[in-house]
């Protein structure tokens, strides 16, 4: 009994004051509230800041507006998502448009799919077809396009588009994930009409797609359907492209279960490093060198694949990890887990309400602070005894 009364006080002053985690819970009831209450915000926003500053400057205490901050930041990088999201319908919704637009992403799909191709397209100007034609409007905005007739288009051209038409979301759901994913529509045709304006003959993108499509196939070549399916959705993260053969394969595994063995997680990045830094210590190199490899090594395999939120939460926690290696610093997997996540929520609100993300970042978290309530006690007892 003496020993868990002793655990006490050094279990609830080391986890949850730390600043780096209560600024990222502070974020996310920001987000929250601001999601919840989206009309009286800045009524009620502007009454606890007069609040927390009165609390500040009475105790002394700058890290109550700090915090406090964090929650305000949360609110208004919500807002300013969605409304930017709804600036492109005030003018142009469910219109016959004309764009200028550039390639982002392609993706072919499996050929037994009624859908060939994915683009993903940056919009920068559109001409609307009004009575008062002529004049064409500076546009940011990017549009998810599903295309029955594959065209030849990739990441880097310029193209003349015309015959689209954007559309509101026909639910709130589909919505919020358009907001989530950074698109201002999706929108499904049967063919696109466009012309290619200019394809550069240097470009990032098309370096990338071009590696990452072409070894794909060769892949492919070389395994046999079911495997190619295995390898293509959970090691480079490409279920598009084999949706329709993971679908067989899912069935299987859910009746017995086990489907969230398929999912592409953390994990599975953390397998991938485990094994290279296996590999690379047989090696006689020195230290420094091992982890400069393996950190090549990874940020090629985080080029070269598909990524998702928990993919990415792996890889920038693993990016952090080598940081504090590099700079001798003690590392603490919930002070790095919160700085990942503050990022996260900081770059795309919108994430905290999709499922993928609680579940990644959730049990990641729950992980991280139960083994280290298990490294408090280890070491309280050991000073008891």
């Known amino acids: 009994m003496r020993h868990f009364s002793s655990l006490l006080p050094c279990y609830f002053t080391f986890v949850p ?3 780096l985690l209560i600024a990222t819970l502070f974020l996310i009831l920001g987000i ?11 009524i009620i926003g502007t009454v606890i800041l007069m609040l927390i500053t009165a609390l500040s400057l009475y105790t002394q205490k700058t890290r109550y507006l700090f915090f406090f901050t964090t929650f305000v930041l949360g609110g208004l990088l919500y807002t300013k998502q969605h409304t930017d999201h709804n600036k492109i319908f005030l003018s142009f919704a469910n219109k016959p448009l004309a764009c200028i637009a550039t390639v982002i992403s392609e ?9 060939k ?17 002529g004049h064409w409007y500076t546009a940011n905005a990017y549009i998810q396009m599903y295309l029955a007739q594959p065209t030849n288009a990739v990441p880097g051209d310029t193209l003349a588009i015309t015959g689209i038409s954007i559309k509101k979301a026909p639910n709130e759901s589909f919505e ?28 990032i993108r098309r370096t990338l797609w ?83 490899t393996l950190l090549f090594i990874c940020f090629l395999y985080f080029l070269l694949s598909w990524t998702s939120i928990s993919f990415m ?30 990022i996260t929520l900081i770059c795309n609100p919108s994430q905290l309400f999709f499922l993928d993300f609680q579940l990644s970042f959730g049990l990641t978290g729950a992980l991280a602070w139960f083994n280290l309530i298990l490294q408090t006690q280890k070491r309280v007892l050991g000073q008891n005894c």
Not at 107 to 115: A, H
Not at 177 to 202: D, M, N, T, V
Not at 324 to 330: A, G, L, M
Request: proline share 4%; glycine share 4%; aromatic share 12%.
């Open 107 to 115: 993706e072919k799909r499996s050929d037994n799919s009624r859908i």
């Open 313 to 342: 939460r792996a890889f920038f926690t693993f990016i952090l990890y080598k940081t504090c290696t590099f700079s001798k610093i003690s590392s603490n997997t919930v002070h790095i887990l919160s700085i990942v996540t503050f």
């Open 32 to 42: 929250g509230w601001q999601s919840w209450l989206q009309h009286s915000w800045f």
């Open 176 to 203: 919020r994930y358009l907001i989530k994913e950074g698109f201002a529509a999706s929108i499904c045709l049967p063919q696109l009409h466009a012309i290619l304006l200019s394809r550069p003959q240097l470009n």
């Open 210 to 292: 071009a590696l990452k499509t072409d070894l794909l196939y060769r892949i492919k070549e070389k395994l046999s359907s079911k495997t190619f399916a295995l390898f293509s959705s959970i090691f480079l993260g490409n279920k598009q492209m084999v949706k329709k053969e993971m679908n067989t394969i899912k069935d299987y595994y859910k009746t017995w279960g086990i489907s969230h063995h398929l999912a592409r997680s953390g994990l599975h990045l953390v397998i991938f490093i485990a094994l290279w830094g296996l590999l690379l210590n047989l090696l006689a190199l020195p230290f420094m060198l091992k982890q400069l």
């Open 117 to 133: 191709q994915m683009l993903i397209i940056q919009i920068e100007k559109i001409y609307p077809h009004t009575p008062k034609p």
């Open 17 to 19: 004051m730390h600043p």
